[in-house]
């Protein structure tokens, strides 16, 4: 069974920082692209990033202009878990953040977790 | 970017009804890379459709995917009581991976 669970999540002040964390299971998570994606209360979807399988010249990264220059996607293969470094938390960075399977379509998510940005 | 604009906003519907919902393209989205996902509150999207007109694994045969270019097509052929949620359009084909703003299936 593939399960994909988030955490790290919470409160944090303007100018912050955060790191979430996605632990998956029941797939091959060495060869999966892997996704980030967020959610803002009560609206839409964005796509936040995403990051390639391992390579011998390492991963390929993709960033939202939103978030760019601020936060970073990485893996750890060995503990099948995904990464979002958040630096200069910004207000309108407040969102349930999921991660999910894939870079094309998202087959699998996992159930979110909040993060809110707020004085 | 590509810019998906979803319509209607929202659909109000009875059980045992067709629901038609629309997602059109900014410009032409190639190899039909367009996904649709069903949200139901406090819960993360669920994939129904990719490549435009195939149906993820699980996934009923009363919900279809249609559509080519720029113009797309979700349709539910006989809503359940369980289809009653917000509806998204996803397109892959180019990088910024875009969404549309959803659209709401209520109950009428």
């Known amino acids: 069974q593939v399960r994909l669970a988030e955490s790290g999540g919470g409160l944090v002040k303007p100018g912050g920082s955060l790191k979430l964390s996605c632990a998956v299971s029941?797939?091959?998570?060495?060869?999966?692209?892997m996704s980030w994606i967020r959610q803002a209360p009560g609206k839409g979807l964005e796509w936040v990033s995403y990051?390639?399988?391992?390579?011998?010249?390492?991963?390929?990264?993709y960033y939202a202009d939103s978030v760019k220059g601020r936060f970073t996607i990485s893996r750890d293969n060995a503990k099948k878990s995904l990464y979002l470094q958040m630096n200069s938390l910004r207000v309108e960075d407040t969102a349930v953040y999921y991660c999910?399977?894939?870079?094309?379509?998202?087959?699998?998510w996992g159930q979110g977790t909040l993060v809110t940005v707020s004085s | 970017e590509i810019v998906l604009t979803q319509s209607p906003g929202t659909l109000s519907l009875s059980p045992g009804e067709r629901a038609t919902l629309s997602c059109r393209a900014s410009?032409?989205?190639?190899?039909?890379?367009l996904a649709w996902y069903q949200q139901k509150p406090g819960q993360a999207p669920r994939l129904l459709i990719y490549g435009a007109s195939n149906r993820a694994t699980g996934i009923p045969d009363r919900f279809s995917g249609s559509g080519s270019g720029t113009d797309f097509t979700l349709t539910i052929s006989r809503l359940e009581p369980e289809d009653f949620a917000v509806y998204y359009c996803?397109?892959?084909?180019?990088?910024?991976?875009?969404f549309g703003q959803g659209t709401k299936v209520e109950i009428k």
């Open positions: 410009q032409s989205v190639s190899s039909n890379y």
């Open positions: 990051i390639s399988p391992s390579g011998r010249s390492g991963s390929t990264l």
């Open positions: 999910a399977r894939g870079h094309y379509e998202l087959g699998y």
């Open positions: 996803q397109q892959y084909a180019t990088s910024p991976r875009t």
């Open positions: 029941g797939l091959n998570f060495g060869d999966s692209y």
